[in-house]
């Protein structure tokens, strides 16, 4: 692919040169940012999903510490730890072909210092085969982000609301409105000048976002900031509606995967209590 071409959906053929596709790389993000375009993001912990999404299309694959909710059912994203991100992470990036996958810097694998940022980071990409890592937090951390690029690690700014910090913020709240979105701007610019590709904005207003956008060069991607970033991502669980609580504004349901999978497992146990499974096709 010649870098002033946009990358094909998945499962389009070839590009214009006759070629499939390859892997999605940080510079078809920036690329799209500069031609207007848009890319999707999901987040997925193991394989189905991933090779799913990635079939489907979607070019950005997160292995968020939203795992910490979505697969080993906590509270909060605070308690998954970096060795519990690792085997997920691992197998993500084995099953994605073609969508870039990025992994999440847990709570506490990276605030004490640079090194040990590059250090989590490292962890990540060689153990777990991320090609980048998102890590959560304003200005504060753009030394960091210096570190980490000058080490070879692709770096995703997440700013907004920061869910690891959420005993800090007061809860799951907007960031960033009325005389507050200036300080939002001003943490995406920060980021964004020590090397970050990408600067992902979480639960801020739709204004916000469209400014933070125009105000850094490189791509932006929102999940509860609007219409106006280059990429969008949701929690696979809550846009398959897997769960049963209460989705927040900013998540579309897309499917009703409780129900189908709920239908199914009392089918089958069903089945299993009346005698018609197994049938004569399923036995030796
Ligand atoms: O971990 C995660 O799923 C995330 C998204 C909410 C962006 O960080």
Request: proline content about 5%.
């Amino acid at each position: 692919m010649t870098s002033g071409e946009q990358p094909a959906p998945y499962g389009s053929g070839t590009t214009s040169t006759g070629r499939r596709p390859g892997r999605i790389r940080t510079h078809h993000l920036q690329q799209l940012k500069d031609d207007g375009g848009r890319f999707a993001m999901l987040t997925a912990y193991e394989q189905y999903s991933a090779s799913i999404f990635d079939d489907a299309g979607v070019e950005v694959l997160l292995v968020g510490d939203s795992a910490a909710n979505n697969v080993y059912g906590h509270n909060t994203t605070i308690p998954i730890t970096l060795d519990e991100m690792i085997p997920l992470c691992k197998a993500v990036s084995s099953s994605a072909k073609r969508a870039f996958v990025v992994a999440d810097l847990p709570f506490g694998s990276y605030e004490v210092s640079a090194g040990q940022a590059v250090a989590s980071s490292v962890r990540l990409m060689k153990e777990g085969l991320v090609s980048a890592v998102k890590m959560e937090g304003g200005r504060r951390y753009a030394p960091y982000v210096q570190a980490m690029v000058d080490a070879g690690i692709p770096v995703m700014a997440h700013i907004g609301f920061t869910p690891q910090s959420e005993h800090a913020l007061g809860g799951y709240r907007v960031q960033g409105k009325d005389t507050a979105g200036q300080a939002v701007i001003d943490d995406a610019v920060a980021l964004a000048e020590a090397g970050a590709f990408c600067v992902l904005m979480e639960m801020v207003p739709a204004e916000v976002a469209a400014a933070v956008d125009r105000a850094v060069p490189v791509p932006t991607v929102g999940i509860g900031a609007g219409n106006a970033t280059t990429g969008q991502v949701l929690v696979w669980q809550d846009m398959m509606g897997l769960g049963t609580g209460k989705s927040p504004r900013f998540v579309k349901q897309y499917a009703n995967l409780h129900a189908v999978m709920s239908d199914a497992a009392a089918a089958y146990a069903q089945d299993v209590r009346d005698g018609s499974f197994p049938g004569p096709e399923h036995s030796f």
